[in-house]
């Protein structure tokens, strides 16, 4: 393969280009390369992890004592708004799709670079000037935005809502969701045109399939999202009346779009995770992954279902289908159920080693499957109404969604960490940081399905010593302070990690997939020299020959012909 | 390309199916434009996809017996590094936020994202350093 430079005139090739690279800041602020850009939203968005980790801190230190006056109401609605909203926009997604996908979907089907690079660089600033903006309404006279990351019309109008707050978090959400929208068409292009020859749609990896899907997922809902918001700002300044009922608008329209996003959304936040832990799996279990097409098929299937379930977040505005909401919204649990099943099957009979990544793994089965039982109780109306608006549904996408960004992200982030940076982290550390994780999790969260289930609801900045919801908040304060702790302790193992570096060899894992077949980290254009691709594990293949994939193939005559052509070769 | 083809097409085909039901069964307006939209967004690269089908050669990366060799040759033209998207990510970022803070900041904003235009375009017949 041969990468043309865009400079005419000038010298091609990788050593060429190396001699002009700018350094520091400069290569930060003008690189094209995937690898810079995924690191750069890598840690933009781990960043902003550490921020709205630090606010819900505060946030379950108003909840430690009844009548509380830590924080105001005011504050509190903005502490948890921008918590969410940060979590959501600006980590869990930009974590995945804009980190883990720019550095990794191009190595694993053996391109050179994303699609568009330049695009791929707007991409980012986009996203970290949208981050800023949401930051930003701490710093105004009226504060940053109190309406919860959905934004409910009319609260989220300017009478409920004055001042410049909100309007930053609407411009925020347009700059990140651009973002994202410019990010899936550079991966929906990758993946379908700068496979390696010999690299099939159905032997991509999994991590790849689930990116692909997720993308799609992102270009059904931003731009539904995005189209809610300008409807919103014209509401807020322009004197249109879409959301306000005086006007003959309905708010509940502000529902029925921002779900038709928010829902597929939520996917957009698992998926890549998913894709993750499916490469984590069969690497430490040393076996192929179980039910490769049963797993694309139910994250099709996942991904299809998704967009058709919005309204089962608006059971109680009682202007839902309920039936169809409630069934569309049950069925998902069969792929998702697909999928735990073929994680386990893939588990069952190999040599489990437990390294980090791998426990980051398992504590994520475990989690995942308590909120997604949990979700299927929530996909019943009538449960639904019991329990909407409590801490149960807290606690319910709370584990979904810190099972899956958390858990499989930092997963995935000791997984690739030897190759994203070309050092090895210490192991025990990221053991205690685990242990610490699972332990504080679910000593924070379990609580909150009691308190839910005793009536206790979200989003309110105090309760009373008569409400007997003391103890259990003390214990999920107490839990989350412990989570918090974890993190310190892997801020510490990084450190340790730069300052006193163990170089990581190219595949430390005995990795399947063909990011390992390059160094750690790899070079400027990613490969020197790539391996034949005849099976999903083309890395596997080449460094066990004895016991390579194509030899194990049905088709006896095939496999054959391809061991025949590559000796001749 | 089958295989994309197929993807977007099952995509459309079942946000289709998914609209009549949901429409017939509901008559609300909203869900049902966004999932006919959502049919669209499968149905049109699909039908993309189909017609260069059949148009074009299986691609190296579409057959499972090809070699490294048969992909060599140019992959595409990639770009060294630049500064304007940089310039033009601040640009849009401050023509955005003068929804916030008043006309004025767009001014500063659209000349960001004008003067991006003009270097870009001279850029690539320039070559793509900074």
Known sequence: ?569 | MKSERGIYMLVGIFFFVVMVIYFLWSGEASGSIMLFAAAGLGVMPGLYFSWWVRRMPLRPEDRPEATMSEGSGAVGAFPSNTIWPFVLGMGAALTALSLVFGAWLAVVGLSFIISTALNVSLESRRGGSI
């Open chain 1, 1 to 569: 393969m041969t990468i043309i430079e865009e400079e005419i005139g000038a010298p091609h090739g990788g050593e060429a280009h190396h001699d002009v690279e700018p350094k520091g800041v400069l290569l930060w602020l003008t690189s094209t390369d995937h690898k810079i850009i995924g690191k750069n939203y890598m840690y933009t968005s781990l960043v902003f992890f550490v921020i709205a980790g630090a606010l819900a801190m505060l946030i379950r230190t108003q909840l430690f004592a009844p009548n509380n006056h830590f924080v105001s109401p005011q504050t509190y609605n903005e502490l948890f708004t921008i918590h969410g909203s940060m979590m959501l926009y600006l980590f869990a997604g930009p974590f995945a799709f804009g980190g883990f996908a720019n550095y990794i979907l191009p190595l694993q089907i053996g391109a050179p670079d994303m699609a568009f690079p330049r695009l791929n660089a707007l991409s980012y600033w986009l996203y970290l000037t949208g981050g800023i903006s949401m930051l930003l309404g701490f710093l105004t006279a009226s504060g940053a935005a109190a309406f919860g990351w959905v934004s409910y019309a009319p609260l989220s109008n300017a009478t409920n809502s004055p001042g410049a707050g909100p309007d930053l978090w609407i411009v925020s959400i347009m700059l990140v969701g651009f973002s994202g929208i410019f990010t899936a068409v550079n991966l929906v292009t990758t993946t379908f045109y700068l496979r390696a020859p010999g690299l099939t749609m159905f032997r991509m990896p999994i991590f790849v399939w689930n990116m692909f899907v997720t993308a799609l997922l992102i270009l059904i809902a931003f731009p539904v999202l995005t189209a809610a918001l300008i409807m919103l700002y014209a509401d807020r300044h322009l004197g249109t009346h879409i959301y306000s009922v005086a006007g003959g608008g309905m708010p509940v329209l502000w529902q029925n779009l921002f779900w038709f996003f928010g829902h597929p959304e939520v996917y957009i936040l698992a998926l890549p995770f998913f894709g993750m832990v499916t490469e984590i799996i069969p690497v430490f279990s040393k076996k192929p992954v179980f039910g490769y097409k049963g797993l694309v098929f139910a994250t099709l299937a996942i991904a299809g279902l998704s967009t058709g379930v919005w309204a089962h977040h608006m059971f109680t505005t009682g202007t839902v289908l309920l039936p169809f909401f409630s069934a569309m919204s049950l069925l998902i649990a069969v792929p998702t159920g697909i999928k735990i099943f073929t994680w386990i099957g893939t588990m069952w009979g190999g040599q489990v080693d437990f390294k980090s990544p791998m426990l980051f793994v398992v504590g994520f089965i475990i989690v995942f499957t308590m909120g997604g039982i949990t979700g299927v109780l929530l996909a019943s109306p009538p449960i639904d109404f019991a329990t909407h608006d409590t801490y149960f549904v807290v606690a319910h996408f709370h584990q979904v969604l810190f099972g899956t960004t958390v858990f499989a992200g930092f997963g995935g982030f000791f997984y690739w960490y030897p190759k994203i940076t070309g050092r090895m982290f210490r192991e025990g550390l990221a053991k205690l940081q685990f242990w610490l994780i699972f332990i504080g999790f679910n000593v924070t969260f379990l609580p909150q399905y009691l308190l839910g289930l005793q009536g206790m609801p979200r989003r309110i900045a105090e309760y009373l010593p008569s409400d007997h919801f003391t103890t259990l908040n003390r214990i999920s304060s107490v839990g989350a302070y412990i989570t918090g702790f974890a993190f310190v302790i892997w801020m510490i193992n990084m450190w340790i990690s730069w300052r006193k570096p163990i170089p990581a060899p190219a595949n430390p894992w005995d990795g399947h997939t063909l990011e390992w077949a390059t160094d750690s980290p790899p070079s400027h254009h990613n490969f020197e020299k790539l391996p034949p691709i005849r099976s999903q594990r083309p890395v596997w293949d080449m460094n066990h020959p004895e016991a390579a994939d194509y030899k194990a193939s049905h088709n006896g005559k095939r496999a054959e012909s391809i061991e025949k052509s590559e000796t001749s070769r």
